[in-house]
T-cell receptor, first 116, second 110 residues
């Protein structure tokens, strides 16, 4: 059983295209995140959703639009892809926000996006 | 803004030696300090964490120390093994939002 699963694992596309990455967690967690890991391995938070509500948006360009249809799913849509968007995108989840919470982030396997 | 600095960026040790990775953070409101290990091509995974009401925590060969006054925290790995080779990330924040350090690539040579 995969706790946090992302699709696709690999994505190669041309500049200017639009693409989506999907994430699902079966842990019953309320909070989900998108992190970006660039070629230097820096892990940066992009977005956080708590029970379908956006709670963190780290000044990510408007070309990135997250969507959470329910608390088990968090998708990321990227418009007009640029070379600098090439990275590994990690989805993650944690248990209920604000309540006794271990704080542990459960990461998906990552989606490697390559923009040519 | 919030910032977490991590040193060194690379660390090479002989099997059996100890390894120490250090981090400093800027946000004094941070109360949660986890460490993640990321093996090549894999996802980051939590290995140990510490909260602001504790100064030290140990789990077998791994220990973390926290100095809230100085805003420093460190990871100590003793008796290193080749399978400890990975990228290690510190992070600081709270259980809703974490800022990660820049990572340390640890190589343990047999």
């Amino acid at each position: 059983d995969t706790a946090v699963s992302q699709t696709p694992k690999y994505l190669v596309t041309q500049m200017g295209n639009d693409k989506s990455i999907k994430c699902e967690q079966n842990l019953g967690h309320d909070t989900m995140y998108w992190y970006k890991q660039d070629s230097k391995k820096f892990l940066k938070i992009m977005f956080s959703y708590n029970n379908k509500e956006l709670i963190i948006n780290e000044t990510v360009p408007n070309r990135f639009s997250p969507k959470s249809p329910d608390k088990a799913h968090l998708n990321l849509h990227i418009n007009s892809l640029e070379l600098g968007d090439s990275a590994v995108y990690f989805c993650a989840s944690t248990p209920k926000r604000g309540r006794p919470n271990t704080g542990e982030l459960f990461f998906g396997e990552g989606s490697r996006l390559t923009v040519l | 803004g919030e910032n977490v600095e991590q040193h060194p960026s690379t660390l090479s040790v002989q099997e059996g030696d100890s390894a120490v990775i250090k981090c400093t953070y800027s946000d004094s409101a941070s109360n949660y300090f986890p460490w993640y290990k990321q093996e090549l091509g894999k996802r980051p995974q939590l290995i140990i964490d510490i909260r602001s009401n504790v100064g030290e925590k140990k789990d077998q060969r791994i220990a973390v120390t926290l100095n809230k006054t100085a805003k420093h925290f460190s990871l100590h790995i003793t008796e290193t093994q080749p399978e400890d080779s990975a990228v290690y990330f510190c992070a600081a924040g709270n259980t809703d939002k974490l800022i990660f350090g820049t990572g340390t690539r640890l190589q343990v040579f047999p």
